[in-house]
């Protein structure tokens, strides 16, 4: 059993995990006709759905500036969010790469 903090806005209803789920399980949810609505309304049988979550593996999650971002300030830094912590020691210019179609090979301004 996955132990979760419920939130009720009207008719939605929001599971959240006290603990991430893992990577790459089968997470299976089950509703039974004990749940109510608000004037004694019930589901008439059980409700399952299941998905699955990420494999264990290395994942950018977020970038800043988002892809194909427009009008982004020539100060603005770079952010990268990956799904893991990294080993510092192979964060570098050979892996992360940053380029421009204004700068020549050199980084010089064509």
Same mark, same amino acid.
């Not at 009720?8 to 789920?21: D, E, F, N």
């Not at 749940?35 to 008439?44: Q, S, Y």
């Not at 950018?60 to 080993?87: G, W």
């Given at each position: 059993? =996955?132990?979760?903090?419920?939130?009720?806005?009207? &008719?939605?209803?929001?599971?959240?995990?006290? @603990?991430?789920? $893992?990577? &790459?399980?089968?997470?299976?949810?089950? =509703?039974?006709?004990?749940?109510?609505?608000?004037?004694?309304?019930?589901?008439?049988?059980?409700?399952?759905? @299941?998905?699955?979550?990420?494999?264990?593996?290395?994942?950018?999650?977020?970038?800043? $500036?988002?892809?194909?971002?427009?009008?982004?300030?020539?100060?603005?830094? =770079?952010? =990268?969010?990956?799904?893991?912590?990294?080993?510092? @020691?192979?964060?570098?210019?050979?892996?992360?790469?940053?380029?421009?179609? @204004?700068?020549?090979?050199?980084?010089?301004?064509?």
């Amino acid at each position: 059993m =996955i132990d979760c903090d419920y939130t009720v806005s009207g &008719g939605v209803v929001t599971a959240t995990p006290r @603990q991430p789920l $893992p990577y &790459g399980a089968l997470i299976k949810c089950l =509703i039974t006709p004990a749940l109510r609505g608000k004037h004694n309304e019930r589901l008439d049988k059980d409700y399952n759905w @299941q998905f699955r979550t990420v494999p264990d593996e290395l994942r950018v999650s977020k970038t800043y $500036p988002e892809n194909n971002a427009q009008n982004v300030s020539p100060d603005a830094d =770079i952010t =990268i969010t990956f799904s893991h912590n990294l080993d510092e @020691q192979t964060v570098n210019d050979k892996n992360i790469l940053v380029d421009s179609d @204004q700068l020549n090979e050199r980084g010089v301004k064509k």
